[in-house]
């Protein structure tokens, strides 16, 4: 004889743990599951459009099937842009102006449509933005170059090993793999965050090093587009831009005609902040105070490194409702440069919002850094510099592309 409860008799928390052990675990069919009545629809869908993946063929069914009701659960859509392949004879050279124009297409299309219909959306309650995340690739870079690289692409198991990136100094026509996360409130509007999370390592850096034109991208084009995030800045209400340019450089791109009057937080990296330079890294928190004066709803600011094996760390000013402080974080002591003029640098920003002292902290990382990747996870940076599926994805490949007797990703 079968003795038990119906559904509604349980209580409404023993209900809201088994509807959620349906959510974590994702069997297969788990999201039709919210079909099943109004309570489990809440749950369900709710995490089923938290997150959507798009490609340019299922754009249009995005305004049909996201209908008014479900719109404020959506808060991350993710588009993946295919791009041109690309055969043996050309993965060595630059794209041609033809190439360049059909892939700059393939991108700004999909792009154009989702803005399009996103700009159709109300206006969503603060805090409850939607992320834009925009990722671009080719069917063809794993066979080439690219062999333990996704980037957000469709995992392919049988690829050819004919290339490795190891083998060689040269790279695929491709953009540059960055990581960009567009936070939209208001889409009609504004928007208010921007994260940009340029992915980087030792062997990608020699092969891009290679490319022809690319060193003057480097001293030429980048301190341009420094100045323009500098001056673009000064409207947003976050930014976090990790690795594509030096927050020293950032600085000095910022004018003392320049007022951030909604700027909230701010995180940057600098390759200055390593313990082989310790005045220089000195230098810049001064120099990060001294714009920072020009900030007044300035509630975070973070500046980190993590490039070089083996270091990490991360300076980090935050202003709370218990009172203003700084951080060090790191797996090296600045603790000899901390120096009371740095420390009074930045007491004279906690003073414009009424606060006479700062607390001065100091935590030392005692785990070991082998890769970037590990250099975020340690660091517990309060800026989320790079969304976790994508953080967990670069750590899996930087132990993918070294021995396997290495541990795998915690």
């Given amino acids: 004889m079968w003795i038990g409860a119906p559904w ?17 675990d994702k069997h297969p069919g788990w999201a039709s599951l ?35 009701e479900r719109r404020n659960r959506v808060r991350h859509i993710h588009l993946n842009v295919r791009l041109l392949p690309y055969e043996c004879d050309r993965c060595r050279e630059e794209e041609d102006t033809i190439e360049m124009g059909v ?8 792009l154009y449509k989702l803005l399009k219909v996103l700009s159709t959306w109300p206006e969503r309650q603060p805090g409850k933005g939607l992320k834009l995340e925009l990722n671009a690739y080719s069917d063809s870079d794993c066979l080439h170059w690219y062999r333990h690289y996704y980037y957000g692409a469709p995992v392919q198991t049988a690829c050819s090993s004919r290339h490795q990136l190891r083998d060689s100094p ?28 340029e992915h980087t390592n030792d062997e990608l850096s020699v092969a891009l090093n290679e490319l022809p034109g690319y060193g003057n991208f480097q001293t030429q084009v980048i301190p341009i587009i420094t100045g323009a995030f500098a001056w673009a800045s000064t409207v947003y209400e976050e930014i976090w831009v990790s690795l594509l340019f030096d927050a020293k450089v950032f600085f000095s791109c910022c004018f003392e005609n320049y007022t951030w009057w909604h700027l909230r937080s701010l995180c940057l990296t600098s390759p200055a902040l390593n313990s082989g330079s310790p005045a220089e890294a000195a230098a810049l928190l001064h120099d990060a105070a001294r714009v920072a004066m020009r900030m007044p709803m300035l509630h975070t600011l973070v500046l980190w490194n993590g490039e070089e094996q083996g270091q990490a ?30 420390v009074d640098a930045w007491k ?63």
């Fill in 8 to 24: 509604s008799g349980l209580p409404w928390e023993i209900r809201q743990s088994i509807l959620m052990v349906v959510v974590r």
């Fill in 348 to 410: 004279a920003v906690v003073s414009q919002t009424g606060w006479e002292d700062i607390c001065v902290c100091s935590e030392p990382v005692k785990e070991e850094i082998r890769f970037l990747g590990d250099a975020i996870y340690y660091l517990r940076l309060p800026c989320q510099v790079i969304e976790p599926q994508s953080l967990w994805e670069m750590r899996r490949e930087e132990r993918m592309i070294v021995p396997s007797s290495l541990t795998e990703v915690e």
């Fill in 313 to 342: 760390c991360a300076f980090i000013y935050r202003a709370s409702s218990t009172g203003p402080s700084i951080t060090w974080r790191g797996t090296w002591d600045i603790g000899l440069y901390l120096t009371s003029v740095i």
């Fill in 34 to 68: 919210a079909s099943v009545c109004t309570e489990w629809q809440s749950v369900i869908e709710t995490e089923n459009l938290r997150r959507i993946t798009l490609d340019e063929d299922n754009i249009k069914g995005l305004q049909k099937n996201i209908t008014k």
């Fill in 170 to 197: 040269f790279v695929p026509p491709l953009y540059p793999p960055f990581d960009l996360v567009l936070d939209i409130d208001a889409p009609v509007t504004t928007i208010r965050k921007l994260v940009i999370f």
């Fill in 103 to 110: 892939n700059t297409g393939f991108v700004i299309g999909p």
